[in-house]
DNA sequence: TATTGTTATACTCTATAACTATA
DNA sequence: TATAGTTATAGAGTATAACAATA
């Protein structure tokens, strides 16, 4: 295992938000550019992504999936449906906006795809595909411990000293 | 291990960038009101715990270290001198912007980490202290791997089927 | 009355290029 | 000539509140 030189970059990588932000960064420096040669920013790749592998979805639930705000989403449905990218979806629910990938939105993920996937494989070689399953199933446990812990904030729970830090 | 509800999510889930996005953002939400109460940004705090964690530091090591471009740097620079939290250090090379944290900014950041540690205590035992540990080492390796990818890329790695995807 | 989404607005970060000063 | 940092600037994301339409 490569150490850091020093114990105090060792320290520093042991905060969580730091780790997370380090670790996304280097991954998005590797794929943002299948995404930009598209003309489509990481955000809007987001979404093509969600609706890509569901049917159709509302507002609600893409800006839930794809960490994008009400506002910012609203942006992004003007930009991708003017370009012939996303259709809105009639939904019994007048209040939903709700919205499927077209033909062209989905040609267009499909070749996001296939222009990374190269990448993403020697990425998986490089790094071990066993340990990036693992890391793919913390990080999701991650996000759905911190969630349980918003709801029953009461409970008390034994306490211990941890080699990490926020 | 709780699987999601629908395969579609199941997918969604495997996107490490998307993986990574998401588990950032719940930590974040955890974390940053600790910041906020003193009137800091993320970026300032993290500048604030590398400073805290080395002796002085130049704005490159800074700027490389808490994902913050130079230009950004600068700014959090001039607002965190003005409230007196860092101070300049006199350099060899007088081209470069060495900073260090003041009393004050120590002071600070301590408080934010004495604020913050029982909410990061409950975090590490409400997911595991070595499951996070797990994380935060994989976190690392990973960024590791993407910048070694980054300097030997004529090397062809042997490819194979992942569970994840970009 | 609660929910969904849009609009408006302000602020910050992101990113690039051009410039200055120093090595 | 190369490097470190600042300035300038455009664009996108972040966040909140206020509003409209629907349930």
Not at 117 to 125: D, S
Not at 129 to 147: G, S, Y
């Amino acid at each position: 295992m490569p150490e850091p030189a020093n114990k105090e970059l060792r320290k520093f990588e042991k905060s969580l938000p730091i780790a997370l932000l380090r670790a996304r960064e280097a991954t998005t420096r590797l794929f943002k550019p299948f995404i930009e040669s598209h003309d489509l920013t990481m955000p809007q790749g987001r979404v093509l992504r969600a609706l890509a592998e569901a049917d159709a979805l509302d507002a609600k639930t893409l800006a839930e999936r794809c960490v994008i705000l009400p506002p910012s989403l609203t942006r992004i449905f003007r930009g991708l449906t003017q370009r012939g990218l996303i259709a809105q979806v009639p939904c019994n629910d007048a209040r939903r906006h709700m919205v499927r990938l077209t033909a062209k939105g989905h040609a267009m993920f499909e070749e996001v795809v296939q222009e990374s996937e190269p990448t993403y494989l020697r990425l998986a070689a490089a790094f071990g595909p066993e340990r990036l399953d693992t890391l793919l199933d913390l990080l999701n446990e991650l996000r759905n411990t911190v969630q349980t812990m918003g709801e029953d904030c009461e409970e008390e729970a034994p306490l211990r000293k941890v080699a990490g830090r926020c």
